[in-house]
């Protein structure tokens, strides 16, 4: 199995000097904790045994030099460039991804801009990537989709094709609140496009429940316990929080002399990009604030703030960077001495060796993030103190605050909140120091990034395994197809029992729209033509709608999922057996209070059934309240005799004794029938399903988990079936 990583930019960035190529890996967290699982492929036991990389190499490159390129960079790399023009590129990055979705999904909703031509690209940018992956893609691979620049790429290629299809997002997922100020097009479409995968990954449970709560309100599509049914694929909404490399950062040898605590000048450690997200001006104006509180400390500390370049084409990340030149320059000014600069400040990225004898040379590190979906480098300072001393102040914004509890959390909002933490860091006992970072070492170094890549990777096999599998087994293929054709025509006997809604014809949004065209009333007519046949259409329906639509066609008809049948040739109805409808007396009452409850739920009253329909209703709002007017009519009629069915967004009291399972037992006794076909689509249709003698056909429309013992995938694909037994 080889495993396919599509992200943005590929972990190496290409660069032209004097005609002559040069490969840089490029930053961040997705490349480094990567990169690492990467490296220790083929020694663990996953499944994956090796993997290319696709993204963009950072740099447009010359039409003529790309097959070059490309090879280079597979050999090197194991890599597959994305090439991409700067101008499409400088649209997307630094338009829809950086300043749309970045600032508004870490809650910065006044950076953020809605900007329509930035959707367009972005749009556009998605379809080229599907386009590569689709080059180079082979059947047995998996696909691992990265991060918010691609939130619509699992959607494309599922259209396309059967391989897993997993998603990691790497940033936060915002709470449903802020994830609406997306245009209607785009705040639906990314959640369209990401339930496209089979596995859709978050650092945070907060972040998971966020995404499936905006799957719920726009997309109106429930979940049960993360996982949400698509006609072709099940999606799992799933929790992975993103470890690192423990050990590379825990025993990296890096010479002493560069990593010794000085005891006399006590060193605060801050590293991030420069994103206004990560609170790098709360933290300089927390750091000034502690020096004013603790004059005692002046001379004896110093914040080292390294600070990698990032996003410089970015306006908002322009004016950070100035007012973060300015503050270090405004504090240095104010406290520093001839022999102390309190804030010593790196706008650089360090090589790895020096940036790990930074993390063991401070006493203290710093990390304020406003935001952060995870923040990798908390847990490289834990990782990196061999000697277990030295203290992590951490925001409780970060996803990373959730496994580093032992840490000192902090709101970065509070500038005395930091200036106070940090007082109390610089005194905490060593003994204690070497307490937290022992508990919090042990955790980090059992989930590690190889444990969280692999958790991911194994949890998509295994649910894509699963879904397909018990959808296989089902699917009509061909071969089963021409068997049930081919013993339709060599029987004596037929009955072909068919739901009308969703399998005579689609389901429409509102009951009424659903009239049979033309067409499907002559081939319910041609198909009753044929001697041998009895045509049954069973609905959930009223008499009076069915008798409207279909009442001229000499078939069998029955209403209100079986209370009423109407036989061939008759023109009146009748029961099928003596029902009552006095319940409705109690249970009317009660759905009538809670339609006062929920807005744009409703009564529809039967002559032997109730239904409380809640589809165009506030789903959040319905979700919550259905379980109590279910256990609610559950304990009433457990004395009466009606029985509660919780359909598809309805809640119907029917008689007890009365489902489409007793209806077609009643069709079925008759006669003797050799050939049997039942055809539904509704939850109605189960008992139906589940009530079929051994040799009958049954027939699910729409890939779900079903009691028929087949499944086709659409509704033409139900009125093509018959239109086959029909010629
Ligand atoms: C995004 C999310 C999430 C930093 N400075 C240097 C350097 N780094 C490396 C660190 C670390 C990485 O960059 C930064 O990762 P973070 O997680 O802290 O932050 P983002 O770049 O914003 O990453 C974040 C992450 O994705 C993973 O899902 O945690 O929340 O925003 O690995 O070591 N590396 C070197 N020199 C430096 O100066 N060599």
């Not at 609406?180 to 496009?193: D, P, Y």
């Not at 709608?545 to 040739?569: K, M, V, Y």
């Not at 239904?611 to 506030?618: C, G, L, N, V």
């Amino acid at each position: 199995m080889r495993l396919l990583i599509v992200s943005n930019r590929l972990p190496v960035v290409v660069s032209k000097d004097n005609g002559e190529f040069t490969m840089t890996k490029s930053a961040g967290g997705l490349v480094s904790g990567m990169s690492d699982f990467l490296a220790g492929l083929g020694k663990n036991k996953s499944e994956i045994k090796e993997y290319v990389w696709m993204g963009w190499p950072g740099n447009s490159v010359e039409k003529e030099d790309e097959d070059h390129l490309r090879d280079r960079v597979r050999e090197e790399f194991n890599a597959s460039p994305v090439f991409l023009s700067k101008k499409l590129m400088d649209k997307v990055y630094l338009g829809f991804c950086n300043r749309t979705i970045w600032p508004l999904f870490h809650y910065f909703p006044n950076y953020a801009r809605f900007d329509l031509e930035f959707w367009e690209e972005y749009k556009r940018m998605n379809e080229i990537f599907r386009d590569e992956v689709l080059k180079e893609l082979r059947e047995d691979d998996i696909i691992w989709i990265h991060d918010y620049h691609l939130m619509l790429l699992p959607a494309l290629l599922r259209e396309k094709v059967q391989n897993p299809i997993g998603f990691f997002l790497h940033i936060p997922f915002p709470s449903y609140e802020m994830y609406r100020m997306l245009h209607k097009e785009s705040r639906t479409a990314i959640l369209e496009g990401l339930i496209g995968a089979d596995l859709v990954g978050f650092h945070t449970h907060d972040y998971t429940q966020h995404f499936l709560r905006c799957v719920l309100r726009i997309l109106g599509k429930e979940n049960h316990m993360g996982r949400i049914s698509m006609p072709d694929h099940t999606v799992e909404a799933e929790t992975f929080p993103m470890g690192i490399d423990f050990n590379k950062f825990n025993t990296m040898n890096v010479s002493p002399h560069i990593t010794t605590k000085n005891p006399k000048r006590k060193m605060v450690l801050s590293v991030d990009r420069l994103d206004y997200s990560k609170g790098i001006i709360n933290r300089l104006k927390g750091f000034e604030l502690f020096l004013e509180k603790n004059p005692e400390w002046i001379g004896k500390v110093y914040l080292n703030m390294i600070v990698v370049p990032s996003r410089t084409g970015v306006g908002s990340y322009k004016k950070i960077k100035s007012r973060l030149d300015e503050l270090v320059g405004q504090i240095n000014g104010n406290f520093g001495s001839m022999d102390w600069t309190p804030v010593i400040y790196q706008y650089t990225s360090l090589p790895h060796k020096q940036l790990i004898a930074q993390y063991r040379k401070s006493h203290v590190a710093l990390l304020t993030p406003l935001r952060d979906g995870m923040n990798l480098v908390a847990k490289e300072y834990i990782a990196s103190l061999r000697d277990q001393k030295g203290v992590l102040i951490l925001s409780e914004f970060t996803g990373a605050a959730k496994e580093l509890s032992e840490s000192v959390i902090i709101n970065p909002n509070n500038i005395d909140e930091i200036a106070d933490s940090i007082s109390e860091a610089l005194v905490i006992p060593v003994k204690d120091q070497i307490r937290r970072n022992k508990i919090m070492q042990k955790r980090l170094k059992r989930y590690d990034v190889t444990k969280w890549a692999n958790d991911f990777v194994n949890a998509l096999v295994e649910n894509t395994r699963v879904t397909r599998d018990s959808l296989s087994k089902k699917f009509l293929d061909p071969e089963l197809y021409k068997k049930l054709v081919s013993e339709y025509r060599g029987s004596k006997n037929r009955i072909v029992i068919v739901n009308y809604d969703g399998t005579l014809v689609p389901f429409t949004k509102y009951p009424a729209m659903a009239e049979p065209p033309d067409a499907l009333l002559g081939l319910l007519e041609t198909l009753d033509s044929q001697v041998k046949t009895d045509i049954v259409i069973i609905s959930g329906r009223g008499k009076d709608e069915l008798d409207e639509w279909l009442g001229e066609l000499p078939i069998n008809l029955t209403a209100e999922h079986g209370s009423w049948i109407r036989e061939a040739g008759r023109k009146e109805w009748r029961l099928l057996k003596p029902l009552s409808s006095e319940w409705k007396d109690e249970v009317i009452p009660i759905l009538e209070m809670y339609t006062d409850r929920l807005p744009g739920s409703f009564i529809q009253e039967r002559d032997y059934s109730v239904a409380w329909h809640y589809h165009r209703a506030d789903i959040e709002q319905a979700s919550q309240l259905v379980k109590e007017v279910n256990d609610h009519l559950l304990s009433i009629t457990t004395n009466i005799s009606a029985h509660v069915i919780h359909g598809s967004k309805v809640i119907e009291v029917s008689n007890s004794g009365i489902n489409k399972g007793e209806l077609a037992m009643h069709w079925l006794s008759r006669k003797e029938y050799d050939f049997i076909l039942a055809i539904g689509a509704g939850w109605s249709d189960e008992l139906l399903f589940q009530t079929m003698p051994e040799h009958a056909w049954s027939v699910k429309v729409g890939l779900s988990q079903t009691a028929a013992k087949y499944i086709i995938k659409e509704q033409k694909d139900a009125i093509s079936l018959l239109r086959k037994l029909g010629e």
